[in-house]
């Protein structure tokens, strides 16, 4: 990652010192898990909690000869302890510590992405409630269809991040498991007593069984919810690039002054940090798959997954915290155009209440298909030449037959699209 996208605060959290810091947390653990069940004196464990420390640079001095980290951690563990430290990963392997301060990290990490999504739910609320009824043009196939107000795209936007947020804290329950059991799961040189009494100090549950590692499906569930949450994040991202369009112009991301849209062209605004918040769900969507793959591992375990999740752990978890925050930020500062809503809205030219018409003339007793045909062939004269929906309704001798003009004049009120705001409004933000 390059620097500069990385906010420190979760950055920090897959940095070598706390890496590291999570390993001897978990030894310690289990030191005083073992001390309880009398297999660690309890003088060895006061030398151990008061001298156990180690240094990153001696144990990357030490993994260049021994070539294995677990290793390297231990013997620069035991050069500060002394002789007390034949009781550290008494009966252990090393993926037990690997992967039980693995779901520290992760969850560590993933606390932090939770305090993000509730940031932004947060100013998506402020910002539904302020345009609550901010009358806007509804589009499917890109193409006009009928009245909604902005209020009501960004309570969309909330709920799903509510889903997500849900998603996020199962994954969380789902990945906060370590696991003691040695070389196979078998507990052969130590007892699922220690694992669980070491566990509960650590603020994880034991895994009810393992093998040399904790099963990957729980990573993947972990890494699938990121890049979910990616996924919404993005679906956002790509609305407010379309909103930005000259064309459209409805909404647009903030622009400092000062900022620069293009090295050639001085009257640019483009929507940077959306475009960049696409880009990078690209990248999310797929460690999701890497992490999908590691599942399938040989026998009670091989290593094909490590280097894997090297990369995609600091990554995935970096980025969405990062795309969360840009995106709070813009949603923060959107710049909405409500008079430019409202004119994309008139330029079909009244062709959004075709539905009502539509609707008025089968209540009043013709066949749906016959009704169909004589409000369309109006519409098409709307998309032709351009006159005005209404005026063809009002002129139109059939349609004149079933309704009358105080009818038709009736359907051509946009209260009538927008008359349960309130209540979805109540539905979404109880």
């Known amino acids: 990652m390059i620097d500069r996208y990385t906010r420190p605060e979760i950055g920090g959290i897959w940095e070598d010192e706390n ?9 310690i653990a289990a030191c005083e898990a073992m001390c309880e069940e009398g297999i660690v004196p309890e003088e060895a464990l006061r030398v151990i909690k008061e001298r156990a420390g180690f240094s990153v640079e001696r144990i990357m001095e030490i993994e260049e000869e021994t070539r294995h ?9 035991a050069e500060f302890v002394g002789p007390e430290s034949r009781y550290i990963h008494l009966g252990l392997t090393s993926s037990d510590i690997l992967d039980t301060s693995f779901a520290l990290l992760l969850k560590e990490a993933m606390n932090l992405i939770i305090k993000g999504v509730d940031g932004f739910m947060e100013t998506l609320k402020e910002r539904a409630l ?7 043009i509804g589009r499917s196939h890109g193409i006009h269809a009928e009245p909604i107000t902005f209020g009501l795209k960004l309570a969309v936007w909330y ?19 370590g696991k003691l059991s040695g070389a196979v799961g078998t507990f052969a040189n130590t007892s699922p007593r220690v694992e669980e009494l070491a566990c ?17 499906d729980r990573h993947a569930q972990y890494f699938t919810a990121l890049a979910v949450l990616a996924g919404t994040l993005e679906k956002i991202a790509v609305e407010i690039r379309h909103l930005q369009r000259t064309e459209v112009l409805e909404a647009e991301e903030p622009f400092k002054k000062g900022q620069k849209g293009s090295s050639a062209m001085p009257h640019k605004k483009n929507p940077i940090g959306s475009e960049n918040i696409s880009g990078l769900a690209r990248l999310v969507r797929s460690n999701s798959l890497a992490a999908m793959e590691n599942m399938a591992l040989w026998h009670e375990r091989d290593i094909s997954h490590s280097s894997v999740e090297r990369v995609i752990a600091p990554d995935s978890t970096v980025l969405v915290d990062f795309m969360l925050h840009r995106l709070d ?7 909405v155009h409500s008079d430019n809503m409202m004119e994309n809205l008139e330029k079909t030219r009244g062709l959004i209440f075709s539905q009502q018409i539509l609707i008025k003339l089968a209540e009043k007793g013709l066949e749906r298909q016959d009704a169909y045909v004589m409000v369309q062939r ?9 006159q ?3 005026d063809l309704i009002m002129a139109d001798g059939d349609i004149r037959k079933v309704l009358n003009a105080e009818e038709i004049e009736e359907v051509f009120n946009l209260s009538y699209h927008l008359k349960y705001v309130d209540e979805i409004f109540d539905r979404v933000f109880v």
């Open 130 to 136: 302020e345009h609550k009824n901010t009358v806007m």
């Open 388 to 390: 005005e929906f209404k």
């Open 159 to 177: 709920s799903e991040m509510k889903r997500n947020r849900s998603r996020l804290e199962n994954a969380l329950d789902q990945i906060s498991y």
């Open 69 to 77: 980290d677990v290793i390297a951690f231990l013997t620069c563990v």
């Open 329 to 335: 930020r813009i949603v923060d500062g959107l710049v």
């Open 200 to 216: 509960r100090k650590l603020g994880l549950t034991p895994a009810a069984i393992s093998t040399q590692i904790i099963q990957r």
């Open 19 to 27: 890496r590291y810091a999570k390993w001897l947390q978990v030894e």
């Open 378 to 386: 109006n519409a098409m004269k709307v998309w032709a030449e351009g």
